[in-house]
């Protein structure tokens, strides 16, 4: 009994520094209900998720495979990010009328605009099902593993009774140790209802990404509509509004410190088990190493960027979309370094042998395998940013497939419509000179950085930058595939002509330069690497499973969460600011003001429409102030987020609206890794804000009616 107690409490820091206090992305039927009600929550766990009953569960989304949305009205009226929305609102923005410029609100409900394709799912039950999945499969490992697995999961799903528009998804949990069954309706006929302007929604740009403090109105709007018999179907313009079975009511309270909130959504991927040695390859040799090839490649975008505005809106999503998770893991080195994540993995690996000495030949094992993998995955780390980062090589690498398809005999009519469309899509965005420039650069990096035994024949001579500058250049204008060589006088870039001819097309492509270097690239990660990467990885799998299985029986004092996987999860925590540098400490909350000190006009991260600066100077703020006087715009607590947690609600102890999610502050970002509730905070919209520029900005009233708001 004594040495129980000394062991637990030996335990114990470890368990606080994993953020089991307040972290966690729990199974929303499985929720550490007793900690919740502990920090302030006034509902119960079955009010958040009731599989037979109307509960929050039931006003929140997937929203299009990959964000969360939520439904705030009777007439299912959803809320989601501005960055969620936005592939859409572009879509239906034209030069004369550019929706992310000027924003969009429709009238009324005829003005609401149709999204082919875009989806959003329910969950509406939950049902744990290991006992169906794992039978079987005791003794095996690797392909074989996978093969049962799939097996028992399509003989559960046969037996199971769903209704037409439902699917069922069994999702592993704890690195295959549990397995769950997720019943998911989706609904396709999702209309555009609003969206502020990219100067509200999208205010601060990539300078403020992962910034706080944080002036950002990252919002939109859309609704679901439903069949006759309020049921999902294909988009009809006889098609109603959906009757949602929960809708939030939305809160304009004042917030303040220490609050509890919690956030319900979707969060894509996290890695918080894994053995110290793995986060230390992430830290010293992955991150810095992707880090590095998109140091190169934005540098280069940027100095074209900044003096050609036709590059400027040409290179702006990508420019986005590279920058975003190259800021994400400069910030998670710093952060896995300052919150000693390696350290205290070692400390709390020991503590677990200490209890259960079967555990450290697990470990040993783990460690011999990520460094034997290390060379490895640092290969594959670099090859897979240069093919990502050099559009050129995306290219090539896109015809090499096409050479192959062709010479199988399997090039159909429908396989060339689809890759001429995407080749389409990918011209219509580059600019073959400039990212010459990007892949001599990044093939310099990958020559100095690659050791020999890795590196493709010839590949030696890429190391000199400014050579490597004047060669790619003349190769680039040479080759079919950039579009400045050309085809018996066709160009690539004239996509219907340049695909008349197949078989005169597929032998210059084989003689094309950049096709045969990427050939060549490609061939030796093939031969030096893959193979070998994939074998230690499947080795791996097998033993993180063990060492997941191991650290939950042994660790009885933790409460455990499965890794976020895209699945619906409940997070919580407390409304908090934080001091994340020496003498430096934020507030939990920022506001119209700050939106202000920060205006640049003309500027294209920080210019602000008229009509907002002139409701500040006005101070024609309504309901919508706190008792600063002020409005509030953004907020951060300690609630535990990731990718795909963008457009979640952030509700308060009752299961109001008090945020939409959309970031997390830079200093955190390793929570996918290691979370900190010192050092973690997500950050959100505050509805305050939301519902000003919804009613001020827009005049949209007819929308505020429709939305429960409590005051
Ligand atoms: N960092 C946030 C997330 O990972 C927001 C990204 C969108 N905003 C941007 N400036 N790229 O998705
Ligand atoms: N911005 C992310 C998203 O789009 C959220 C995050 O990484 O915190 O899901």
Same mark, same amino acid.
């Given at each position: 009994? !004594? ?9 114990? /820091? ?42 929050? !569960? ?15 009205? /009777? ?391 400014? !050579? ?159 008792? =600063? ?6 907020? =951060? ?39 900190? /509730? ?34």
């Amino acid at each position: 009994m !004594k040495r129980k107690i000394l062991l637990s409490a030996l335990l114990l /820091p470890a368990v606080m520094a994993f953020g089991q206090q307040y972290g966690g992305m729990w199974i929303p039927t499985e929720l550490n209900e007793k900690e919740m009600k502990s920090l302030g929550m006034k509902i119960s766990a079955k009010d958040i998720f009731n599989p037979d009953k109307a509960s929050i !569960k039931d006003a929140v989304v997937q929203f299009d495979g990959g964000c969360t949305a939520e439904v705030i009205s /009777p007439k299912g009226l959803l809320l989601t990010n501005h960055h969620c929305g936005y592939d859409n609102i572009q879509a239906h923005s034209t030069v004369e009328n550019d929706l992310l410029t000027n924003g969009f609100w429709a009238k009324d409900m005829t003005g609401e605009l149709p999204n082919p394709g875009v989806t959003v799912d329910f969950i509406t039950d939950i049902k744990e099902v290991t006992a169906q999945i794992l039978p079987g499969t005791e003794n095996l490992t690797g392909a074989d593993l996978t093969k049962k697995i799939n097996e028992n999961i399509e003989a559960y799903k046969k037996v199971q009774k769903t209704e037409s528009y439902q699917t069922i998804s069994v999702r592993s949990m704890y690195y295959g140790n549990k397995f769950y069954a997720y019943v998911i309706e989706t609904f396709k006929d999702i209309r555009l209802v609003g969206a502020p302007p990219s100067a509200i929604g999208k205010y601060g740009s990539d300078t403020d990404n992962w910034v706080w403090p944080r002036h950002t109105g990252d919002f939109s709007m859309f609704r679901i509509y439903a069949d006759k018999n309020n049921k999902p179907a294909e988009y009809s313009k006889d098609n109603i509004p959906y009757t949602p079975k929960h809708f939030l009511p939305i809160s304009v309270k004042d917030k303040k410190e220490d609050d509890f909130t919690f956030v319900f959504g979707f969060p894509g991927r996290t890695t918080e088990y894994l053995p110290a040695i793995a986060v230390e390859k992430i830290m010293k040799e992955t991150d810095p190493a992707m880090i590095a090839v998109r140091d190169v490649a934005l540098k280069t975008l940027d100095e074209k960027m900044r003096i050609n505005p036709a590059t400027k809106i040409q290179y702006a999503s990508k420019y986005a979309r590279v920058a975003n998770y190259w800021k994400k893991w400069i910030g998670e080195v710093e952060g896995l370094k300052k919150s000693n994540a390696v350290e205290k993995k070692k400390q709390y690996e020991q503590t677990l042998i200490s209890k259960n000495p079967a555990i450290k030949p697990t470990i040993d094992q783990l460690n011999q395998k990520y460094n034997e993998q290390a060379p490895y995955n640092l290969h594959k780390a670099y090859y897979s940013e240069i093919v990502r980062n050099s559009e050129t090589f995306t290219l090539a690498g896109i015809y090499s497939n096409y050479i192959q398809s062709y010479e199988a005999g399997k090039m159909d009519a429908k396989n060339l419509e689809a890759l001429k469309a995407r080749l389409t899509e990918l011209y219509k965005d580059y600019d073959a000179e400039l990212d010459a420039k990007v892949t001599a650069k990044v093939l310099a990096l990958y020559a100095d950085k690659t050791p020999p035994q890795f590196l493709p024949k010839d590949f030696g001579q890429l190391k000199d930058v400014n !050579k490597n500058l004047g060669m790619m250049e003349n190769v680039s204008k040479a080759s079919i595939i950039t579009g400045r060589g050309n085809m018996n006088g066709v160009k690539a870039t004239d996509v219907n002509k340049f695909f008349t001819d197949q078989k005169t097309l597929v032998e210059n492509l084989k003689k094309d330069p950049f096709v045969q270097m990427y050939g060549s690239f490609k061939s030796s990660y093939l031969a030096t690497t893959d193979a070998k990467v994939n074998a230690l990885q499947t080795d791996i799998d097998a033993l993180q499973k063990k060492f997941m299985a191991q650290q939950m029986e042994t660790d009885k004092d933790r409460k455990f969460f499965p890794d976020a996987n895209s699945t619906l999860r409940v997070t919580y925590g407390q409304v908090k600011g934080s001091e994340p540098r020496d003498a430096v400490s934020y507030g939990y909350q920022t506001h119209l003001a700050g939106v202000m000190e920060k205006y640049i006009p003309g500027d294209y991260e920080f210019d602000l429409p008229k009509k907002l600066i002139s409701l500040y100077n006005s101070k024609d703020y309504g309901v919508y102030k706190d008792k =600063t006087g002020d409005v509030p715009v953004n907020f =951060t607590a300690t609630n535990h987020t990731t990718g795909g947690n963008s457009g979640s609600p952030a509700l308060d102890a009752y299961g109001n609206l008090i945020g939409l999610n959309f970031d997390r502050q830079w200093e955190g970002t390793m929570s996918d890794i290691n979370y900190d /509730p010192k050092l973690c905070r997500n950050i959100m919209v505050d509805t305050k804000y939301i519902l000003f520029v919804i009613d001020k900005y827009a005049d949209s009233k007819w929308l505020l009616n429709e939305m429960k708001i409590v005051k």
